[in-house]
């Protein structure tokens, strides 16, 4: 089991990113399992954001997240996307994705490597 994320970079205030998570070893469609969303700031504890729900759209884990972020999916690139919008500086952080298991209460077991996001003021 692999996750890629990217798409992070340097964006100003008011601005928007879309990060990809491109998960290889399973399969998403099977709804086993769901892609969720992560972030960690300097000196913060790792938040979670939001994940796919594999019955559509997704599920919130921050209110942060609500109303500024959208999960994604293409099975036929067995890909979730975090579309953000509205970002602002405490949005800069590095940015993980991490296979949840349903069957498990959405607990992650596999985590990819983070993509840097930051937000200028």
């Known amino acids: 089991v692999q996750l890629q994320a990217s798409g992070g970079g340097l964006v100003q205030a008011g601005g928007s990113l879309r990060l990809s998570c491109v998960a290889s070893g399973f399969t998403l469609d099977l709804k086993y399992y769901a892609i969720g969303w992560f972030r960690q700031a300097p000196g913060k504890e790792r938040e979670g954001l939001a994940c796919?729900?594999?019955?559509?759209?997704?599920?919130y884990h921050s209110d942060s997240a609500k109303g500024r972020f959208t999960v994604s999916r293409d099975n036929t690139k067995n890909t979730v996307f975090l579309q953000m919008n509205s970002l602002t500086s405490e949005d800069t952080a590095v940015h993980y994705c991490?296979?949840?298991?349903?069957?498990?209460?959405?607990?992650?077991?596999?985590w990819g490597k983070g993509t840097q996001v930051t937000v200028s003021s």
């Open positions: 991490a296979r949840l298991r349903i069957s498990d209460v959405y607990g992650p077991d596999y």
């Open positions: 796919n729900n594999p019955m559509g759209g997704q599920i």
